[in-house]
Structure formats: structure tokens, C-alpha cells
């Protein structure tokens, strides 16, 4: 069985920081159509300051990096999705012990984050948020855990399951958050929460890869 | 994009430092985005606080000082400030008797506040928040967010601020926040897009000839995309929607705010200002007091919104009372 480390962790966003950079346009386009158009700009400039965060730090364990990376993007993002995936990291981070903890430890303490997650934003999976991509990512963590995949196996599925989670927020109407003021006309777009949730998950499959 | 800029990435902190210059009775912290009383908190007095996203200038640092804010904390464009800067603002306005937090119904800003909020109480500071949801655009309902705050702010800065000028205590200036936002209803249409600095384009695409009817401060698309139309039936329509919303028994006093978006002239605000009064006059309301002008924008967006709160005499007492702010000032 192999282990998540601190290095890994640490890869990992700066994969998401880079792969944010690279697609902030199209975070930004679909966050205009029924946002504000501000997700691209702050999820970039967010995963940008955690990533030189990180490199100052030198952790004991993933969940450390995890935590850091959290408290930066609560302290550099503002909106919500400073909040979430702030409280999404830094959750993640608290719940995950010791320097090389393994794939079922690391999807518990997943499951934890996006707790904190719905419970800050209470969001269901349907309402057409980023709930849509993080929830069927880490159940696709979860069941790769029990099934003892490996953790660069149980990655890919995760991104997997969290790029169909957000095409499948295409067709909902939003529920929560600004989206929600559109009513009907959110449907038909993609949830940008759900677009990066995304992009996060393949970065983590990526650094992950072995 | 056609703006008065050196880089987009420097668009707040230069408009922050040209407002320090403007202001020097005013203490501005470009680095934690905090603008405060230059004398620092006023002791014995219930501190008030509030903040959001930038691009909707004069709010809310435009209504720092005497009658009104003790402290603004602005964030990025159309974005809620961080936690650290909502608690920046709320130290800055301590004077020992508790603060109160003005908070638009935004998603982010309501997360990000709450959060200031258990940080400064884990530090020992009172914190009593009023939440601002006064657009009638949005139904309430649990299929959205809830309504956004928008032009009724203005009116519970004001009135919140008189409030603890006068002494009342924090909970008692709460609740006149609450009073003031819960007699207030507002609606918006915007003419054409505003742009954020850091995009480079409108926020949404509206052809030449149409409006969109319920937008909101950020440029969101409201209830529906329609042709422009001649402003009475507009106004008729928006106050329509206002006082469908609650209905004002005859006889009844009010404030009325005709907001500019950023990109409206004042001659059209007035020109809308005239035909709310033709229309309040047909159903014997009374415009006990009224403020036409761009109080909060959205940036360069053309359009205007307009607000109607219920006063008792109580709330115009202190609608009348002292303000001496950048953008709201009389009686002094």
C-alpha cells in the first residue's frame, strides 16, 4: 500500500496552481455566464499564494501542507470560494495525521473537508456547486480505497468522477450562490465551482502518478 | 476596455491611495485594505463596520466618519473581503463598546464575515452582525441565496450610525439596523454592462436596444432581458415590484433613494426621481426624505436602482441627523 506524502501534497498544488493559471479564462468565462466573473482571477491568485506559501515551509506530513494551504486561501481569496475551498484544504489537512498516512486515511479526511464544505455553504450534491465535483470524487476515493487500489489508480478515478460530476451540473438549475439569482437561466452552464473542483482533481491524479 | 488606469492589477490600491489623498481626515491601510477614522475608534461609542467587494464606490469607504462608519474594509472588485480584512475592520472600529457589522446577502461575504466575527469574539470583541437583504429582484426562497443587499445599505449605515452616535447600546444599534433594512425594498435595471479592471470586458453582453430588468450590483442578471422602454412605465414597473413586495398603507412616510450605477447621468436619476414622485403621488405615499445620486455602483454600469424604506419618525430623526463622510454629508 503505498502512502500520500507531504511531498506529494505540496506537488500537488502547485500542479492546481498552475493548471488554475492556465485555465483561468475559461474559469472566468464560465463564472460570467451565470456568476460574476471573478472565479478564475481568484482561485489563480489564491493557489498562487499557497503554492509560495508552501514553498516556505518545511512539513512533517501532508496534512500539514494541506492545512497551510487552506488558511492561505481563507486569508487570500475572499468570495466564497475563499471560504470553501479554504475550509476544504484546511479541514482535509486537520484530519489527515502522521507523515505518510494511506489512501483510506486520506479519503477519510477528504470526506471530512467537504463536510466543512456543505456545512458552510449548505449545498447539497444537485444544487449545482462545486458539492457536485468534490462529492462523487472523494466516494470514488473511497470505494478505490476499499476495493485497496493504488493511490495513483484511485486519483485518476477521482478526477474521473469529478469531471463528470461538474459536465453533469450542465444541465441543473443553481440553488446556491449567485447562480441562484438567475433562476432557470443557470441552466445550461456549467458550475465554474464544480469546473475547478475539477482542474484540483487532476492535479492531484497528476501528482500523484507514479 | 477603455478606463483611467495604470496596470489592472494595481486598479484598487491606486484608487485606495488617491482616496487617502482626497481624505486625509481618514486613515487608509492600502496594505490590509482598512479605511478607518484618522483619530482612531471613538471610546464609549458602539463601533460600526462594514465591507464588501470593490467597484461599488462611495460604498463603503466613502461613508466613513463622523454619524456614520468607524471603519470600511473594502475587497477586490466584486469580491468579499477576507476574513483578516473584515477583522481588520472591526478592530479598527473598537472603542470599547462593541462593534456592528453591516453585511450585504452575498454568499461570500456573508462566509467570510461570519468568520471575522467568531475570530474577533475568540479575541474578546463583541460582534453584532446586520445582514442587508432589501432586493426584491430575487425571490426569497430556498431555491436561491436568499435577496442580495444593495441600496437599503446606505440607509443602515446612516441610520445604524446615528444610532450609536446617540449612545444606544450594541444591541440596540443592531436592532435599528435590522429595523431600517426589514422597512426597505429595492430594485434595479441596468441600461448596459459594467467592466471589471482585471477581465478587460462587460460582464454580460446586453444588445443596444434591450435592458435588463432586477439586476444586480455585480452585474447579475436579473429576472429578464427586455427592450428599453420609456422610464415612466420602467419606474412603474420597479415600484411595482417594490411595494408589491410591501405594500405601504396611504399616508405612509418614506426614504427614497434614486442610486446611479456608475455610468448613469444625474440628470436621468432625477428624471426617474420625478416620475417615482408623480407616481407616489397617485397612491398618497409621501417622500418624507429623498437622495438621488451614485451611492452604490457597479462600477461603470448605466442604470440605476431605486430603494423605498418605510421611516417612522423615529428612523427620519436619525436619517437627519449629523453626517460628515466623503460622500454623505449634512448638518455639519
Redesign the interface.
Known amino acids: 500500500m503505498d502512502a500520500f506524502t507531504a511531498g506529494q501534497a505540496t506537488a500537488w498544488i502547485g500542479t492546481a496552481a498552475k493548471a488554475v493559471a492556465e485555465d483561468k479564462e475559461r474559469l472566468?468565462e464560465l463564472d460570467?455566464a451565470i456568476?460574476?466573473?471573478?472565479h478564475g482571477?481568484?482561485m489563480d491568485?489564491g493557489l498562487g499564494a499557497a503554492r509560495e506559501a508552501l514553498a516556505a515551509l518545511d512539513a512533517a506530513g501532508p496534512g500539514e501542507v494541506l492545512t497551510k494551504t487552506g488558511m492561505t486561501l481563507?486569508?487570500?481569496?475572499?468570495?466564497?470560494?475563499?471560504?470553501?475551498y479554504g475550509s476544504f484544504f484546511r479541514t482535509t489537512g486537520k484530519n489527515l495525521e502522521g507523515a505518510e498516512p494511506g489512501l483510506a486515511e486520506l479519503a477519510a479526511a477528504l470526506r471530512a473537508g467537504l463536510e466543512a464544505v456543505q456545512r458552510?455553504?449548505a449545498a447539497q450534491p444537485g444544487d449545482k456547486t462545486m458539492v457536485d465535483a468534490l462529492s462523487p470524487a472523494v466516494a470514488a476515493l473511497e470505494q478505490a480505497a476499499e476495493k485497496g487500489a493504488a493511490l495513483a489508480e484511485a486519483a485518476r478515478d477521482a478526477a474521473d468522477a469529478a469531471y463528470d460530476g461538474a459536465q453533469a451540473t450542465i444541465p441543473l438549475?443553481a440553488?446556491?450562490?449567485?447562480a441562484?439569482?438567475?433562476?432557470e437561466?443557470s441552466i445550461g452552464h456549467e458550475d465554474p465551482g464544480a469546473a475547478s473542483a475539477v482542474l484540483i482533481f487532476r492535479s492531484f491524479a497528476e501528482a500523484t502518478a507514479t | 476596455m477603455k478606463k483611467f488606469l495604470n496596470t489592472p492589477d494595481g486598479y484598487l490600491s491606486d484608487a485606495l491611495a488617491g482616496f487617502a489623498a482626497a481624505h486625509p481626515d481618514l486613515r487608509v491601510d492600502i496594505e490590509t485594505s482598512v479605511v478607518s477614522r484618522a483619530g482612531g475608534p471613538v471610546r464609549g461609542k458602539v463601533g460600526l463596520v462594514s465591507g464588501g467587494g470593490s467597484g461599488h464606490e462611495p460604498l463603503h469607504a466613502g461613508f466613513v466618519g463622523d454619524g456614520m462608519l468607524d471603519a470600511a474594509c473594502p475587497g477586490e472588485v466584486f469580491t468579499s473581503p477576507t476574513p483578516d480584512r473584515f477583522l481588520g475592520g472591526l478592530e479598527a472600529a473598537d472603542g470599547g463598546e462593541g462593534v456592528v457589522l453591516v453585511v450585504k446577502n452575498y454568499t461570500g461575504d456573508v462566509m467570510n464575515a461570519q468568520m471575522a466575527a467568531e475570530m474577533a469574539e475568540d479575541g474578546g470583541l463583541r460582534v453584532r452582525q446586520v445582514l442587508v437583504d432589501d432586493d426584491v429582484a430575487v425571490e426569497d426562497s430556498t431555491f436561491t441565496a436568499g435577496r442580495r443587499g444593495t441600496g437599503a445599505t446606505v440607509l443602515v449605515e446612516k441610520i445604524a450610525g446615528a444610532a450609536a452616535v446617540r449612545g444606544d447600546d450594541l444591541d440596540a444599534v443592531a436592532e435599528i439596523g435590522r429595523r431600517v433594512n426589514a422597512a426597505s425594498r429595492s430594485f434595479a435595471v441596468a441600461l448596459t454592462s459594467g467592466t471589471v479592471p482585471s477581465a478587460g470586458r462587460p460582464g454580460f453582453d446586453l444588445p443596444e436596444d434591450e435592458i435588463e430588468v432586477g439586476v444586480g450590483i455585480h452585474g447579475e442578471p436579473g429576472r429578464r432581458r427586455e427592450k428599453l422602454r420609456p422610464a415612466r412605465e420602467l419606474v412603474g414597473e420597479m415600484l411595482g415590484a417594490i411595494l408589491g413586495d410591501r405594500p405601504l398603507s396611504a399616508g405612509s412616510e418614506t426614504i427614497v433613494l434614486v442610486n446611479g450605477l456608475g455610468g448613469t447621468p444625474l440628470s436621468e436619476l432625477y428624471l426617474v426621481f420625478g416620475e417615482v414622485a408623480k407616481e407616489f403621488g397617485k397612491r398618497d405615499l409621501a417622500v418624507a426624505r429623498s437622495l438621488v445620486g451614485d451611492y452604490v455602483t457597479s462600477l461603470d454600469m448605466a442604470g440605476c436602482s431605486i430603494t423605498v424604506c418605510e421611516a417612522e419618525p423615529d428612523l427620519l430623526e436619525l436619517w437627519d441627523a449629523p453626517v460628515n463622510t466623503p460622500a454623505l454629508r449634512w448638518g455639519v
Not at chain 1, 456568476?35 to 471573478?38: K, L, S, T, Y
Open positions: 472566468t460570467a456568476g460574476d466573473g471573478d482571477a481568484n491568485r481563507i486569508s487570500k481569496v475572499g468570495g466564497a470560494s475563499g471560504p470553501l458552510m455553504g438549475q440553488r446556491k450562490g449567485r441562484s439569482y438567475l433562476g437561466r
